[in-house]
């Protein structure tokens, strides 16, 4: 802080704080408490009160009529009984109106059995995801990094870019286009005489997790590979010279020196890989149409938009931001890189 | 003795059609302290490379020992290269380092250690096993990359410029302790540099490459007091250099006739009259003519004096260019101004074909 005054004065240090603070607190901490805070209660809506309130109006209707015929003391206390079941319909109606909020972890505790298997699907679905796409792209970013020359380590990044221009979705139809029934793949096996559109023997791939696998894998290979290839770029070729001078395999250069240099950056890498995996909405939604089984964003997405219950959606999203921070600090202590080395 | 020797022959180098390294057969004998010696981007680092097994020469073959090296990668030669960064590994401890060849020979984690420890020993870098390669100072990591490559037991250890990122006092203690690690061990060295005191004071032979060819190959001795050709009495020490044309021959001296007036050396080309030649002469076999009048000597125009401590180094001016005289410093060069007699023996000064010298 005295640091930065130094530099820049008082003033643009103060500008400095500020815009910091306001992007802390807009970015991060507002949507995030604010997700924590609704779903951390419930509105306690009582099924019955319609019919209470409905009981009250007829008791009311009798007892004014019972008010003509009463005289003295008894009329008296008879309007005192009404004037209070009057107070009691106001009580009860504005329940209706605004019902009570009652706190607690109900959202997160209630969770059905069917919801939770789906949870812990989509959990292991976006770890394997990760895995997947760690074995596809640790060799491409090591190839583009080490051993293309840089004309050819250019043209492959830029390919592989390229196709980031076009929105998410787009690219994931393509590959709904490719997978589909009367898809370019089968339309090869087609060809080939595997497989026949008249009879339907087509291979059902979208009807698979495998696709939406794929797809995800296609969707965010970049956020695999740049954190990787940004590591790996950074190790000195000698090293891997040495390595090989030495006497080392392959396998042991890249267990014993490549792997180790782009820990930090493999571990950036399936943390960027699990968390969008794992939350991604469009990629299983467009790919499986609802054919085989919700991943937990599907869920969720129901829970606000479908159910209108926006508390135990809150509480399913927090649930998921929970389970990413968990996933953070176990690649932390996996790859015993400090949150320094991940933000490089 | 472990060493092996080292053949090249008739080796040739092309990277697409550039030569870096032209044809050339060399023979390194066993045990010796070898190096190459020669300016930036010579094809210095490319013969290493293919003695080491990273490059496949374009042409020729690499023997050592009895083999043929031709198909083998750099993990099946009898060799170990340090790097000139060294190249450490700066994520493993110094001990792992060493004992990463060792790994990569499946030998069992406490025998890699217990010699990775003995090797660290051997270098002086007990009580450092632990630390890694960033906790140590140059001369230090320096050590440990030697203590690396000799882990694998190599015949041949080959050293690209591996002292060039030390400072001068480091540099030198650091030549002394590798001639006596290359002493007790008995490997062949081949040693890159382009400093050419590195190479005199440290090896057995030389090799002088300029621009992809090897000018000479010799013992340090021969190649100081006999180089053979301009390129080589340049950038082997200093040497004067007078220009002209043999205004006679003999077998043994030429008389250069040079703009000094004619001047005698030993004619090692054979020229004969009428050809044009360089006459070369060392400093130190220069002097101020004071009483005993040498073969040669002439008029130059003095500029300035350095002074060394027990040598001064005196610069003249003449029309065939600078001239310098190298004496021991006998405290009676201080009043020298304007012009003077300066000559050597024609035994000191050899007559070669004109060629490229080095003029750094
Ligand atoms: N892989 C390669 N592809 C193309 N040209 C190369 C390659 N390796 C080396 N060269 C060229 O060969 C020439 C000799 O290179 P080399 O590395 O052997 O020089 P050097 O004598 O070691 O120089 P320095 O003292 O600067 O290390 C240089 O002109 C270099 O550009
Ligand atoms: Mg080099």
């Not at chain 1, 997978?179 to 096996?189: A, E, H, I, P, T």
Request: charged content about 20%; glycine content about 8%; some cysteine.
């Amino acid at each position: 802080m005295n640091e930065l005054i130094r530099s820049y004065g008082k003033g643009l240090t103060a500008v400095f704080v500020t815009l910091t603070a306001f992007w802390l607190l807009i970015l991060i901490i507002l949507p995030q408490a604010f997700m924590l805070e609704h779903s951390l209660w419930i509105i306690d809506r009582d099924d019955q009160l319609g019919m209470k309130i409905d009981r009250a109006y007829s008791d009311l209707g009798l007892m004014e009529y019972d008010l003509n015929s009463k005289e003295g003391d008894e009329k008296t206390a008879l309007q005192e009984e009404v004037d209070s079941l009057k107070a009691t319909i106001a009580e009860l109606e504005a329940q209706e109106t605004d019902p009570p909020t009652v706190y607690g972890l109900q959202n997160y505790t209630k969770m059905s059995s069917l919801h939770f298997t789906i949870f812990v699907k989509s959990i292991v679905y976006a770890l394997m995801v990760t895995v997947l796409a760690l074995i596809v792209c640790y060799p491409i970013a090591f190839t583009i990094a080490k051993l293309a020359t840089p004309q050819r380590a250019a043209l492959l990044l830029l390919g592989l870019i390229i196709p980031y221009a076009i929105n998410e979705l787009l690219r994931v139809y393509a590959w709904l286009m490719i997978l589909d029934y009367q898809g370019v793949v089968n339309s090869f096996l087609a060809w080939l005489g595997l497989v026949s559109f008249e009879n339907k023997s087509w291979v059902p791939f979208l009807e698979y997790s495998g696709s939406v696998f794929v797809a995800l894998i296609y969707a965010y290979v970049l956020f695999m590979i740049f954190p990787i290839y940004n590591t790996v770029d950074t190790l000195d070729k000698n090293q891997l010279e040495a390595s090989r001078d030495l006497g080392a395999s392959t396998f042991r250069t890249h267990w014993r020196v490549v792997i180790p240099h782009a820990k930090p950056g493999i571990a950036v890498g399936c943390i960027m890989t699990f968390m969008l995996s794992v939350g991604s909405y469009s990629v299983p939604q467009i790919m499986t149409r609802g054919k085989s089984g919700d991943w937990f964003s599907q869920l969720i997405y129901r829970q606000f938009f479908e159910s209108q219950n926006w508390n135990v959606g809150a509480a399913y999203s927090f649930s998921l931001v929970l389970v990413c921070l968990g996933f953070i600090l176990i690649m932390m202590k996996v790859f015993k890189v400090g949150i320094r080395d991940i933000a490089k | 003795m472990r060493g092996k020797d080292v053949r090249l022959e008739d080796v040739v180098m092309r990277f697409g059609d550039f030569t870096a390294v032209q044809k050339t057969s060399l023979k390194i004998n066993a045990g010796e302290f070898f190096s190459v010696l020669g300016p930036s981007g010579c094809g210095k680092t490319t013969i290493l490379r293919m003695v080491s097994g990273f490059i496949e020469p374009t042409e020729g073959s690499v023997f050592i020992g009895e083999d043929n090296m031709r198909g083998l990668g750099p993990a099946r030669r009898p060799t170990a290269l340090i790097f000139q960064n060294l190249a450490l590994f700066p994520l493993m401890s110094n001990w792992e380092n060493v004992a990463f060849g060792l790994e990569a020979r499946g030998i069992d984690r406490k025998t890699r250690r217990n010699r990775a420890f003995e090797l660290l020993a051997l270098v002086g870098l007990q009580g450092h096993e632990e630390k890694t390669p960033a906790e140590l100072s140059g001369g230090q990591k320096q050590r440990v990359a030697i203590a690396r490559a000799l882990a694998v037991e190599p015949a041949v250890l080959l050293l690209d410029e591996p002292l060039s990122a030390l400072d001068l006092k480091l540099r030198q203690y650091m030549r002394a302790e590798l001639k006596e690690i290359q002493r007790k061990t008995g490997v062949t060295f081949i040693f890159i540099t382009h400093d050419q005191g590195e190479a005199l004071t440290m090896s057995d032979r030389i090799a002088v490459m300029k621009a992809g060819v090897v000018e000479q190959v010799d013992t340090v001795d021969n190649i100081y007091a006999n180089p053979k050709t301009p390129f080589v009495a340049t950038f082997v020490g200093e040497n004067n250099v007078l220009q002209g044309k043999v205004a006679q021959a003999d077998k043994e001296y030429a008389v250069v006739e040079t703009s000094q007036g004619p001047l005698r050396g030993l004619n090692q080309d054979g020229l004969s009259a009428g050809e044009t030649a360089m006459l070369f002469v060392r400093p130190e076999r220069t002097v101020l003519v004071n009483g005993v009048i040498p073969d040669n000597s002439f008029e130059a125009h003095f500029e300035r004096r350095d002074l060394e401590g027990a040598y001064v180094n005196l610069f003249f001016k003449t029309d065939a260019g600078p001239f310098i005289v190298h004496e021991a410093n006998r405290g009676r060069h201080g009043d020298l101004a304007g012009a003077a007699k300066v000559g050597f023996n024609a035994g000191d000064a050899i007559v070669m074909r004109p060629g490229e010298v080095d003029n750094e």
